[in-house]
């Protein structure tokens, strides 16, 4: 195959992963949410995590947790890190320098964020056995590092190849990254699981802008060869 093809092949694929890892999350999130057996599931009171716990009747910060497919979810998180890890990695590629290893390192911290929370779920079993450290702490690494390198991607878009409207993605990575903070930070405004939907959120309106950058740069590529 020559660098040419290469390099196309590469665009389609982490376009097709920038859609993937979202898609493959909100499914899971809709279908656990369905099967939520502890009353109906609040999508503006209910953590996302809460649908990845593993202990049903238990209480946890106030709710009281049952999700029958908590495997659907966690296996939704880890879909998500792995698309994520690969979306930049390529990304990475496009850049070269250390501007490119930083971002393809970030990318796959993001990867071990969501694989955390999947590992150590939100909820009593955690807090039991002290890993729900682990579980804040990968959910926090995961949000922070995606939006941030959607940040630094839009801002350099000319440099990572791709056209100058997906800048987008900088708005979108500050509304998370503002959405982060105030999941984080004691407030009045609105239930903290809406703020981190806020977060969570924009990363996949960000992976939508790229993905689409990234099939419009290989059409780009293709018709100049």
Request: glycine residues 12%; aromatic residues 8%; contains cysteine.
């Amino acid at each position: 195959m020559r660098p040419a093809e290469t390099s196309r092949a590469l665009t389609r694929l982490a376009a097709v992963l920038a859609f993937l890892g979202p898609v493959a999350f909100l499914v899971a999130e809709a279908v656990s949410a369905v099967a939520w057996s502890a009353g109906a599931y609040d999508y503006g009171v209910n953590f996302i995590s809460d649908l990845g716990t593993t202990v049903c009747g238990a209480e946890y910060g106030g709710r009281v947790m049952c999700s029958p497919l908590h495997a659907v979810m966690n296996a939704g998180f880890v879909t998500m890190g792995l698309s994520m890890g690969g979306l930049f990695t390529v990304l990475a590629l496009r850049r070269r320098g250390a501007v490119g290893v930083l971002v393809a390192v970030a990318g796959w911290s993001v990867t071990l964020g969501m694989f955390l929370v999947a590992l150590f779920p939100g909820g009593a079993e955690s807090v039991g056995d002290g890993t729900i450290v682990l579980h804040v702490l990968g959910a926090a690494v995961a949000i922070l590092f995606a939006n941030a390198l959607f940040v630094v991607v839009g801002a350099r878009a000319r440099r990572f190849g791709l056209p100058a409207w997906s800048a987008a993605t900088v708005v979108l990575g500050v509304v998370g990254l503002v959405g982060l903070v105030l999941t984080l930070a004691p407030q009045e405004l609105a239930e903290p699981a809406v703020f981190e939907r806020v977060a969570v959120y924009s990363i996949f309106a960000a992976c939508g802008v790229t993905g689409a950058a990234l099939l419009a740069a290989s059409r780009r590529t293709r018709a100049r060869s």
